[in-house]
């Protein structure tokens, strides 16, 4: 069992950062793989990011290349997305989740345990 909880979100003005963090229970989670995903009001959840169990393998989503970036630190149980130049179609409920297993995954089906989210607002 992996509990998540994320935090770091709010309202940023165009062009602003934000650092989202994941804070994880159980002792599974330096195992798995983590991905970050967001959904946006009216649309279907969407991957973001994603990074391999010891994080040395990333992965992006075409619309997160460049601006975000992804960690994780093991010691901590915990995992983050570093977002830069933050756009008004960022705005979204961001996810935390935790995968299956230790390789990237993209696909919601391939993640096991999901946190509650937190919202971030990018106005323009």
């Known amino acids: 069992q992996v509990q998540l909880v994320e935090s770091g979100g709010g309202l940023v003005q165009a062009g602003g950062s934000l650092r989202l963090s994941c804070a994880a229970s159980?002792?599974?989670?330096?195992?798995?793989?983590m991905g970050w995903f967001r959904q946006a009001p009216g649309k279907e959840r969407e991957f973001v990011s994603c990074?391999?169990?010891?994080?040395?393998?990333?992965y992006y989503a075409d619309s997160a290349k460049g601006r975000f970036t992804i960690s994780r630190d093991n010691a901590k149980n915990t995992v983050y997305l570093q977002m830069n130049r933050l756009k008004p179609e960022d705005t979204a409920v961001y996810y935390c989740?935790?995968?299956?297993?230790?390789?990237?995954?993209?696909?919601?089906?391939?993640?096991?345990?999901w946190g509650q989210g937190t919202q971030v607002t990018v106005s323009s």
């Open positions: 990074v391999n169990w010891n994080g040395y393998s990333t």
């Open positions: 989740a935790a995968a299956r297993s230790g390789a990237l995954f993209v696909k919601t089906n391939e993640y096991d345990y």
């Open positions: 159980g002792r599974t989670f330096s195992s798995r793989a």
